[in-house]
């Protein structure tokens, strides 16, 4: 069945003539929140992926920051090891306190430098690593 131009628009201009007033206004009201809602939680998705280190607890985070100062570390040195441990899935706080967990993180990292075809002992973030661990666990 082909329908030509003038009788397709002849029927849409029908279809919306006829149409029930209270359902268009509705439906005026309702799409434009709906994409309002929509884009919202858009921006609130990309803000929380932009900076990973909000998920970690304000306590948690004054804890990291009590322990970052009585082993002299900086803030440079707290940003590295946090974005170490929520890459390698080890609590934030334990990297800075428990030698397994920064072991296991210092493990991972070795893995994926050599993964990628770099020598650890070549890697200035792996150096900076080790310095860390000299840092953080003197006895080890």
């Known amino acids: 069945m082909r329908i030509s131009g003038r009788e397709f628009l002849r029927s849409l201009s029908q279809f919306f ?3 029930n007033y209270e ?3 509705i439906l ?3 799409l434009p929140i709906s994409a309002l809602v929509i884009f919202l939680f858009y921006l609130n998705s990309r803000r929380s992926s932009a900076n990973p280190f909000e998920s970690i607890p304000a306590k948690d985070m004054e804890f990291i920051d009590t322990v970052r100062l009585q ?3 900086e803030e440079f040195d707290r940003d590295f090891l ?3 441990a929520l890459s390698y899935k080890v609590k ?3 990297i800075f306190i428990d030698p397994e967990a ?3 993180v210092e ?3 070795r893995l994926q430098l050599l993964e990628d075809g770099e020598t650890p002992e070549n890697n200035n973030r792996f150096k900076h690593l080790l310095k860390l661990k000299k840092k953080l666990f003197p006895g080890i």
């Open 17 to 19: 003539s006829e149409a």
């Open 23 to 25: 359902a268009e206004i």
């Open 28 to 30: 005026m009201l309702i």
């Open 71 to 73: 082993k002299g570390l």
């Open 82 to 84: 946090l974005e170490l």
């Open 92 to 94: 934030p706080g334990y």
């Open 102 to 104: 920064f072991l296991k």
């Open 107 to 109: 493990t991972g990292f």
